[in-house]
């Protein structure tokens, strides 16, 4: 009897237990599942793969425990790429049609009342060029326009711009993806156009052609130092006052300090650089100007401890045991002629220094030269010393000072052939005692170039000791006899400009050591010095006194 009554309560308890176990066993997925709903859905169009953000709630936090599925008026989405209790982002799915759209979670469901529209949208070739926009919308003839877009490629060469077919003459740059043109003359309102030699395309918008813009003539004088006064001269300049005119020298900018119809003034900034500099006159136009070129000078005596800096020239070649090193205030390089027979790269060739310096056209060097007897051989031909390199696409030397056994002499070419190479004899040196050198050069072709080198202490400005005229140096692309192209333009992929290297390049004739003092170098030939006083190249750069 009491056995049956136990069996009754245990079996009681169980349903009880059981019971309690079924009620407890709604997890938070099924509550969600009864308060399901949809509040918001963004965006309300696209196309097929458009991403969709649902807002809602009770969608659960596993999709797949809840068995979460999402349909575009009756197509399933399958690309789902986030999901979770009130948040949820899919792409819409290919075939769908403009309609609701349902979230199914478990066995309920819901769909939006507003629809989710099916719209095509223009499939992009990624490789075929393309005119996304362009800046300004509005310009006059000069004013300098922006186009982005795609595949344009690299090359000024292959690129045409046109302006409601008038083609542009100049193009500043171009990349893949943006290209700025000059508005040419003749220009009309109308599209713009790109023509890569492969394929054309034109801009959606019309460009807006404006009658009576800026030009830019002439910038007087054409070579400054930073901070002098140059006067930009040109028509039609606009009345924005000149506080809200910007002149842009390659970088550098500067606001006008006065200006006319015909005539701006302004202060050359410290940052300026050399090229075609740009005039912005407020909001109305931005022009392209003529090319500048920045009077700069490099200098130093090397006074510094045993090892120290030598800015602002810096290392170019010499690798060890090749060295260049500060020593008793004087800058010194050695060769090592075992190490560049061992392996005969540039960089064993010699000890050079370099620094921030370029010319288009004229330059100074300056210094103090001194051979240590025992350590500079007097019977080896070719210790170069100085260099006139030209770069661009030859890259490579245009002039240099030379030591031929016991002469200074002068090397000169007006092509990269080496067959093209003229030697002349400056002069004889002297070991152990420091010899003052200047040279001047200007480039040119047709038979403008000059070169005159000075050498000795009792050296005179009205009488070098070599002169050499009617010859030809430098080679590239040339604006006029005189001046390289130092700038990349439609025609000139590569800019051409003129530098210098400084100290030893040699490859053969034994070990060498070679000290230099008070080298200056000068780009341009100024007739005043930095603080407006009365001088010249020469006295700038003359190494005696120090």
């Known amino acids: 009897m009491f056995q049956s009554f136990y069996k009754y309560v245990l079996v009681c308890l169980f349903i009880v237990?059981?019971?309690?176990?079924?009620?407890?066993?709604?997890?938070?997925?099924?509550?969600?599942?009864?308060?399901?709903?949809?509040?918001?859905?963004?965006?309300?169009?696209?196309?097929?793969?458009?991403?969709?953000?649902?807002?809602?709630?009770?969608?659960?936090?596993?999709?797949?425990?809840?068995?979460?599925?999402?349909?575009?008026?009756?197509?399933?989405?399958?690309?789902?790429?986030?999901?979770?209790?009130?948040?949820?982002?899919?792409?819409?799915?290919?075939?769908?049609?403009?309609?609701?759209?349902?979230?199914?979670?478990?066995?309920?469901?819901?769909?939006?009342?507003?629809?989710?529209?099916?719209?095509?949208?223009?499939?992009?070739?990624?490789?075929?060029?393309?005119?996304?926009?362009?800046?300004?919308?509005?310009?006059?003839?000069?004013?300098?326009?922006?186009i982005t877009g795609a595949n344009f490629g690299t090359s000024a060469n292959t690129v045409k711009v046109s302006f409601n077919g008038v083609e542009a003459e100049k193009i500043v740059s171009v990349t893949e993806t943006e290209i700025k043109a000059i508005v040419p003359a003749g220009a009309t309102t109308g599209p713009i156009t790109v023509n890569t030699g492969l394929e054309e395309v034109s801009s959606d918008e019309v460009f807006t052609y404006l009658e009576d813009g800026a030009e830019v003539q002439s910038v007087s004088p054409a070579h400054a130092w930073s901070g002098e006064e140059v006067t930009i001269t040109g028509v039609n300049f606009h009345d924005v006052g000149a506080e809200n005119i910007t002149v842009d020298f390659k970088g550098g900018k500067a606001t006008a300090i006065s200006a006319t119809d015909t005539e701006i003034k302004v202060i050359v900034p410290a940052d300026a650089a050399s090229g075609t500099f740009t005039v912005t006159f407020g909001d109305e136009q931005t022009v392209s100007g003529v090319v500048f070129q920045k009077y700069t000078l490099n200098q130093s005596d090397f006074t510094g401890a045993y090892g120290s800096s030598y800015e602002p020239f810096k290392f170019s070649t010499g690798w060890d045991p090749c060295y260049i090193r500060i020593d008793n205030n004087y800058l010194e390089f050695y060769f090592d002629q075992a190490a560049c027979d061992a392996d005969n790269r540039r960089e064993r060739r010699g000890a050079e220094v370099v620094c921030d310096f370029s010319t288009w056209s004229e330059a100074w060097y300056g210094y103090k030269l001194f051979l240590p007897e025992g350590k500079f051989p007097k019977d080896v031909e070719g210790s170069i010393i100085t260099q006139i390199f030209n770069g661009g696409d030859a890259n490579t030397w245009a002039g240099h000072l030379v030591i031929d056994n016991k002469n200074l002499c002068v090397s000169y070419r007006g092509s990269a052939a080496a067959s093209a190479e003229k030697r002349e004899t400056v002069g004889e040196l002297a070991w152990n005692q420091w010899i003052p050198v200047v040279l001047y050069y200007k480039a040119g072709k047709n038979n403008k170039a000059e070169i005159r080198v000075w050498m000795g202490d009792d050296m005179q400005e009205n009488s070098p000791t070599l002169t050499l005229t009617d010859i030809n140096l430098g080679f590239g692309y040339w604006l006029d006899d005189n001046t390289l192209n130092g700038e990349v333009t439609e025609d000139n992929r590569v800019a051409d400009s003129l530098g210098g290297k400084w100290g030893l390049y040699v490859q053969a004739g034994g070990d060498r050591i070679i000290r230099f003092d008070n080298l200056s170098v000068l780009s341009g030939n100024p007739v005043r010095d930095q603080q407006g006083n009365l001088t010249t190249g020469f006295k700038i750069v003359d190494p005696r006194g120090w």
């Not at 008026?73 to 999901?83: F, H, M, S, V």
Request: aromatic share 12%; with cysteine; glycine share 8%.
């Open 17 to 146: 237990a059981s019971v309690l176990v079924l009620g407890c066993s709604d997890n938070d997925d099924s509550k969600a599942a009864d308060a399901l709903r949809v509040t918001e859905f963004y965006p309300q169009e696209g196309d097929y793969g458009t991403e969709v953000t649902i807002l809602g709630a009770g969608f659960g936090n596993y999709r797949l425990d809840v068995s979460g599925h999402i349909y575009f008026n009756g197509t399933e989405a399958t690309k789902i790429l986030y999901y979770s209790d009130n948040r949820i982002v899919i792409k819409a799915p290919e075939g769908f049609t403009t309609g609701p759209i349902t979230v199914r979670v478990q066995d309920k469901e819901v769909a939006t009342t507003e629809i989710f529209n099916y719209v095509e949208t223009e499939q992009v070739d990624e490789d075929a060029l393309r005119v996304s926009d362009f800046t300004p919308k509005r310009g006059y003839y000069l004013t300098e326009v922006t």
